[in-house]
């Protein structure tokens, strides 16, 4: 059996540093070495998962194979790794309490008193351990928040914890902030040196420090934190602001950081660097001198980060198609009647977004009617799907109350309802179709010719479903059901093969999509958003 080690990345000063994105990079750096490398993610909040959080709370809520709802970091693990993830890879405080009172109802703690230390920081400590059962050369387990959090504190005793067990098979790696001053135009230290002492004093010396700045350090500023946070000087890295995220694993390879970790790990290094692949990738980024025009009309479109993997996405397939990507976020709440050609026309491409709930909803159905009437390109993902089978039964079908019964349970015309095994549910957490699904594409679809196959595994995160008892009126009017779940009946696309490129996916195509592979409708979206253009 391989010997697993274990790399930690802890973060202070201020979040939103982007310790996901460095772990990331790391993997990728490790795996590029021929290493078998996963990641995995704390939260320290007390929800269960982040399912019920709202976007504006948490982002995006990525789902795994297994169909476990997660943070969105792990969208990024996926993209670097191409690996995909299970439920293990993402831990919060809540399923650590929870796993815990549910042992000690179950007598298993014998009548001790179940305290955090030892109780929860074990629980910790074994699901840190879980991933490395397996067969992985590298767990990296990125903690959230940050150093001297209150919620944090048992995580960072769980590191300690582990680093005194496991000696060197255990490191620790330290993301802090390196802030500029402008009225000073000097960098200042003090707020990493505080925050290196704040981790010391819970029981932990880094072993490499990532410095996150806007500019490139001087080596002198570098010696300073080196020596006053009683790191090695080779082993303080700078990650310093890029064009693409997808640029950090090499800036990051540039200082040797994989390198650094090996041999503080006492692991020989294994073969070069295989990173050609990706370089390609970022090179066609670079070269691009055309773009692609793309609207996202959704209700959260000032915050990028509740389509996160969408955006990723639509710029994987744009750079494959040797195309810059120029995203417009556009709120489906100011779409009216009287503005929508404003806000559309222009466009090489349009993809309504996924969601929940009656905010922003009719604008979406103004920019389909529009879209569709303009033969535009236009992609509709989960919401973004129903919403077109109820514009085109409103306005084709002359069903016009059509609605969803998540919008309208009143409706005579739910033409997407709630699924038979949802009807019976209370807990709203963790309870809706998640996970991957087959789908069986009807030959010589759009969907079909973009996959280059008839069966695919896409994952899902929803409600309701497509009535299937409108589906003849729907087909006998040209929106077509391609792609069906060979299991339930479930329809997963529709398409209207009279237009250019109109397809709407129950699933959320986004979460299969990586560097590596960029998922294939994505690719097809983009193609005919680029041809269209010619």
């Known amino acids: 059996m391989k010997k697993t080690r274990y790399i930690f990345v802890t973060g202070g000063v201020v979040s939103s540093l982007g310790k996901g994105i460095v772990a990331a990079s790391l993997g990728k750096l490790l795996q590029a070495r021929g290493y078998r490398v996963t990641i995995q993610k704390f939260d320290p909040y007390i929800n269960i998962d982040p399912g019920t959080l709202n976007p504006y709370e948490h982002g995006e809520c990525f789902v795994t194979t297994d169909g476990h709802e997660t943070d969105l970091d792990l969208g990024h693990y996926e993209r670097f790794l191409n690996v995909p993830t299970t439920a293990v890879n993402n831990i919060t405080t809540g399923r650590i309490y929870q796993n815990v009172i549910d042992r000690e109802r179950r007598g298993d703690f014998l009548g001790k008193t179940v305290q955090v230390v030892p109780h929860i920081t074990d629980e910790i400590k074994r699901n840190v351990q879980i991933l490395g059962n397996s067969d992985y050369d ?86 300073k934190v080196a020596l006053f946070c009683n790191v090695d000087e080779k082993a303080v890295i700078q990650s310093y602001d890029v064009q693409s995220i997808y640029e950090v694993p090499i800036v990051l390879a540039q200082q040797g950081m994989d390198k650094i970790v090996l041999r503080k790990m006492g692991v020989p290094l294994k073969g070069k660097l295989q990173m050609d692949k990706w370089k390609v990738f970022l090179n066609n980024m670079r070269d691009a001198r055309k773009s692609v025009k793309i609207g ?36 489906s ?65 002359g069903l016009k109350d059509a609605n969803s019964a998540e919008m309208d349970p009143l409706s005579k015309n739910k033409v997407i309802d709630l ?63 391609t792609g069906i779940n060979p ?9 209207i093969p009279q237009l250019h490129w109109y397809l709407g ?20 979206f983009i193609g005919a958003a680029t041809g269209k253009r010619k």
Not at 177 to 194: L, N, W
Not at 433 to 445: A, F, I, T, V
Not at 487 to 495: I, K, M, N, R, S
């Open 138 to 223: 590298f767990i990296i387990t990125e903690i959230g928040g940050t150093v001297g959090d209150i919620e944090s504190l048992p995580y960072i005793e769980s590191v300690r914890q582990l680093r005194w067990e496991l000696g060197r098979d255990c490191i620790c790696v330290h993301l802090t902030y390196v802030p500029y001053i402008a009225a000073a135009k000097e960098v200042k230290t003090k707020p990493t040196q505080h925050s290196v002492k704040t981790l010391q004093e819970q029981g932990i010396q880094p072993n490499i420090l990532v410095l996150r700045t806007e500019k490139q350090l001087s080596e002198k500023i570098c010696h």
């Open 296 to 331: 996202l009309v959704g209700k959260y479109a000032e915050l990028p980060d509740a389509y996160k993997s969408i955006n990723e996405s639509l710029l994987q397939a744009a750079t494959y198609h040797h195309r810059k990507l120029d995203l417009r976020l556009i709120h």
């Open 333 to 397: 709440e100011r779409i009216t009647v009287d503005n929508v050609a404003d806000h559309l026309k222009d466009l090489d491409g349009v993809l309504i977004a996924p969601g929940f709930g009656q905010r922003g909803i009719e604008g979406k159905f103004i920019a389909l009617n529009y879209t569709r009437e303009h033969d535009m390109v236009t992609f509709g993902v989960c919401l973004g799907m129903q919403c077109m089978v109820i514009e085109f039964a409103r306005n084709v079908l």
């Open 419 to 481: 699924m038979e095994a949802q009807k019976h549910l209370t807990n709203m957490g963790g309870t809706m179709r998640l996970g991957e699904y087959d789908c069986k594409l009807q030959k010589d679809s759009l969907a079909a010719k973009a996959y280059g196959k008839d069966i695919v595994r896409e994952r899902h995160r929803h409600r309701y479903e497509f009535n299937e008892e409108y589906r003849q009126q729907f087909e006998s009017h040209g929106m077509k059901c």
């Open 487 to 495: 299991q339930t009946g479930l329809v997963e696309v529709v398409e």
């Open 505 to 524: 996916t129950q699933y959320h195509p986004e979460y299969n999509s990586t560097v590596a592979n960029p998922n294939p409708l994505f690719m097809s």
